[in-house]
C-alpha cells in the first residue's frame, strides 16, 4: 500500500472545548503524520463548496451553519493507507453508532456536530486537500 493523504478537520467546538490536542494524539498514535495545518473561519461560500455533494440534503443549510460558527482546524495527514486508518479513529458519523473509544463516540454532541471530517475516497481526498492547500504549503518529514 502506497503512501497516502488525507483532509482532516477538526470542526468548531474543538478548539473552544480545547480538545484539538486530544484529537491529535488519537491521530498520531494511528501512525498518521501531520504534513499540513492551519486554523481557518471558513465563509458560507467556502463551506458550501467543500460540502457541494451534500447540497440540496435536509441537513445541508444546517451543516453549512455549524461549519461557519467558529474557527476549525485543517489539517493533512500522510500515512500508508491514511484515508481508511483515519476514519477507523473518528468513527460512524453518528456517535449514537460510533464504535467505543472512537473520537466520535468520545467526544461527538450529534449526528451534524460530530467533531471531525475525514475524507472517505483518495479522489475526495484530492479534492479537499487541493480545496484548503497549495503544494508548497505541505511538507512531508525527511526520511533519515
Ligand atoms: P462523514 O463526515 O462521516 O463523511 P457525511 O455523510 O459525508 O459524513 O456527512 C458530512 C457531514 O454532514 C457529517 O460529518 C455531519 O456533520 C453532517 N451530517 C451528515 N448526515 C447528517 C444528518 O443526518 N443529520 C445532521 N447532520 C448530518
Ligand atoms: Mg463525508
Known amino acids: 500500500m502506497a503512501l497516502e493523504r488525507t483532509l482532516s478537520i477538526m470542526k468548531p467546538g474543538a ?4 480538545l484539538t490536542g486530544t484529537i491529535l494524539q488519537r491521530f498520531e498514535q494511528a501512525g498518521l503524520v501531520l504534513v499540513g495545518s492551519r486554523v481557518v473561519h471558513l465563509t458560507k461560500e467556502q463551506a458550501e463548496g467543500f460540502y457541494e455533494e451534500h447540497r440540496g440534503k435536509p441537513f445541508f443549510e444546517s451543516l ?8 476549525i482546524l485543517i489539517e493533512v495527514f ?4 491514511a484515508i481508511a486508518s483515519y476514519r ?7 456517535p449514537d453508532i460510533a464504535a467505543p473509544g472512537t473520537i466520535r463516540a468520545d ?4 449526528k451534524q456536530e460530530n467533531v471531525v471530517h475525514g475524507s472517505d475516497s483518495p ?15 505541505i511538507f512531508s518529514p525527511v526520511k533519515s
Not at 64 to 71: A, E, L, N, P
Not at 88 to 93: A, E, L, S
Not at 107 to 110: E, L, P, R, T
Request: hydrophobic share 40%; charged share 35%; proline share 0%.
Open 15 to 18: 478548539i473552544r472545548n480545547r
Open 78 to 81: 500522510e500515512a500508508e493507507d
Open 107 to 110: 467526544f461527538a454532541k450529534s
Open 123 to 137: 479522489a475526495s481526498a484530492a479534492r479537499e486537500i487541493a480545496y484548503f492547500f497549495n503544494d508548497d504549503e
Open 88 to 94: 477507523k479513529v473518528i468513527g460512524n458519523t453518528d
Open 64 to 71: 453549512v451553519k455549524f461549519m461557519t460558527s467558529d474557527t
